[in-house]
């Protein structure tokens, strides 16, 4: 089993620590906003280095309660849809960029009207795109394309395999071009790819030489590149000089502002998933401590991907005096969240805390089978704990008609 995460250092995970969980609802998901805002320092030291802008991909991260946090440190917001851009303009403002792999035509007049870019999939619909919004003072438009190289190790995020739905191949994008007039083309502004996924800056070397090889044509005549998101930018051990080297190499290569989109590294390090056992339930020779929280619901890339998220205070399964399998409470079989040991036996109404609980978890949680949504809280040393949101029936009845 993979664990994509790095080992949070030392300082860090003593500020997590001294977050007094007990004084949040449970479950709840609590952002450390002081080490929300130290990522943020860090990605703009990126930004001033190297002349890139960096967006907030809101996929990832979307706790608007942070938005001010992060507004002053970054450029601006990347979305997947209609939703997430309304968001982007309600909450956060500055530019907004937008890709999917299909809109319509409603969609893309929407968005025109408010949106920075937008970026197609294909030929097809950008084809669309300028149906749908002739006469309108237009976005700029972009691509996405597939530059048919990836350096990750998995298969359900890799969007660049040979037969991937997202972005157009050199071979796709010729022959879909073909079947439209030459000046389809002066109204692409710029080209976009994502690769990456949790990986360093030797990743988007290795692939940005792919694109350049493939899309050198094109690219020469981009006002922006987009080079999307993966880029563990704010871990320790991350190429920051690298990264900057790339970009550089870019903008003066061929006169292109770059773009972008980090959304874990934005909020790497930062949040927990704090859970109570409910039960302890022994067969055989294993000790099930049942939670109040659930992979399925509130953490499902712990099954997808799959990977063991870090818990505080907990080792490897049989390392420490006491193991436990820690389990959700939805009805499937495998709400499994690991297994893991600990100094002293757990106990019903212990909290437990999973790290690394802010990225790609409110954002993709569930209510199936009726689980109760984790509460969504803000600490700081300064302010001290707020809790921003609890959540009920209603914000389940209010889903299903």
């Avoid at 001294?18 to 479950?27: C, E, G, T, V, Y």
């Avoid at 309304?86 to 792999?101: M, T």
């Avoid at 879909?176 to 949790?198: A, D, M, N, Q, V």
């Amino acid at each position: 089993m993979q664990n994509p995460i790095p080992e949070i250092p030392k300082a860090k995970l003593e500020q997590l620590a001294a977050i007094p969980f007990d004084s949040a609802p449970s479950p709840a998901f609590i952002i450390e906003t002081d080490l929300l805002e130290a990522n943020a320092r860090c990605l703009k030291t990126i930004k001033d280095r190297s002349g890139a802008k960096i967006l907030l991909a809101q996929k990832a991260f979307a706790c608007f309660s942070t938005y001010p946090i992060l507004k002053p440190y970054l450029d601006g917001t990347s979305s997947s849809g209609v939703n997430e851009a309304l968001l982007a303009q309600e909450q956060f403002g500055k530019e907004i960029h937008v890709y999917s792999p299909a809109f319509t035509s409603d969609e893309v007049h929407l968005l025109a009207s408010f949106c920075h870019s937008l970026i197609f999939n294909s030929v097809q619909q950008m084809a669309m795109g300028l149906s749908a919004t002739e006469g309108m003072d237009r976005p700029e438009f972009g691509l996405r394309i597939n530059p048919e190289f990836s350096t990750g190790e998995t298969p359900l995020y890799d969007p660049c395999s040979p037969h991937s739905r997202l972005g157009s191949s050199r071979s796709t994008l010729d022959d879909s071009l073909s079947r439209y007039p030459k000046t389809i083309l002066k109204s692409l502004s710029g080209l976009h790819f994502h690769s990456l996924c949790e990986e360093d800056a030797d990743a988007l070397e290795a692939t940005a030489e792919a694109f350049e090889t493939h899309f050198k044509d094109l690219i020469k005549n981009c006002k922006w590149l987009n080079f999307g998101g993966g880029h563990h930018i704010t871990r320790p051990d991350y190429d920051r000089e690298k990264l900057c080297q790339i970009i550089d190499y870019f903008q003066k290569t061929y006169g292109v502002q770059v773009y972008l989109e980090p959304g874990e590294a934005v909020a790497l390090h930062t949040g927990i998933l704090s859970a109570q056992v409910l039960d302890i339930l022994q067969t055989g020779t294993l000790s099930n401590a049942i939670l109040n929280t659930s992979a399925t619901c509130h953490m499902p890339d712990v099954l997808e991907m799959p990977y063991r998220p870090n818990v505080l205070g907990a080792d490897l399964p049989y390392k420490r005096a006491f193991t436990y399998q820690l389990g959700g409470l939805s009805c499937l079989a495998g709400d499994v969240i690991g297994r893991y040991s600990f100094e002293k036996p757990l106990k019903i109404n212990d909290r437990v805390q999973f790290l690394d609980m802010s990225h790609y978890t409110m954002v993709k949680t569930s209510t199936f089978n009726g689980v109760p949504l984790p509460a969504i809280c803000l600490y700081s040393k300064k302010t001290g704990l707020k809790i921003v949101r609890q959540f009920d029936y209603q914000d389940y009845r209010n889903r299903l008609s």
